[in-house]
């Protein structure tokens, strides 16, 4: 069974960090990019990060940019999302996903997890 399973999620005040972790199991991901999406209430989801397979290759949504870091460990098949100076708007389900190939759009990620919540709060 292939699994995503997101962690590190919380509730914190604005201008705090969080690291997210996503670790994979039932298959290896090395060959594919990993993204972040994010969900805030009402909202509809929207793309948060990505990094290629290799890592060589990064994006970032304008609205975290310089704040998010994307990063991954093949070995560990396991994608992480730094996030510092973090704000009320970044208050979200964040999931984790797998693509074939880097992208923004959702309907590209086979693969997904369930989420973690992220609060930050004044």
């Known amino acids: 069974q292939v699994r995503l399973v997101e962690s590190g999620g919380g509730w914190v005040q604005a201008g705090d960090s969080l690291r997210l972790s996503c670790v994979a199991s039932?298959?290896?991901?090395?060959?594919?990019?990993m993204g972040w999406f994010r969900q805030a209430p009402g909202k509809e989801r929207e793309f948060v990060a990505v990094?290629?397979?290799?890592?060589?290759?990064?994006e970032y949504a304008d609205s975290v940019k310089g704040r998010f870091t994307i990063s991954r460990d093949n070995a560990k098949n396991a994608v992480y999302l730094q996030m510092n100076s973090l704000n009320p708007g970044d208050t979200a389900v964040y999931y984790c996903?797998?693509?074939?190939?880097?992208?923004?759009?959702?309907?590209?990620?086979?693969?997904w997890g369930q989420g973690t919540q992220v609060t930050v709060s004044f």
């Open positions: 039932g298959r290896t991901f090395s060959g594919e990019a």
């Open positions: 990094i290629s397979w290799s890592g060589g290759s990064i």
């Open positions: 996903a797998a693509s074939p190939r880097s992208g923004y759009y959702d309907g590209t990620y086979d693969y």
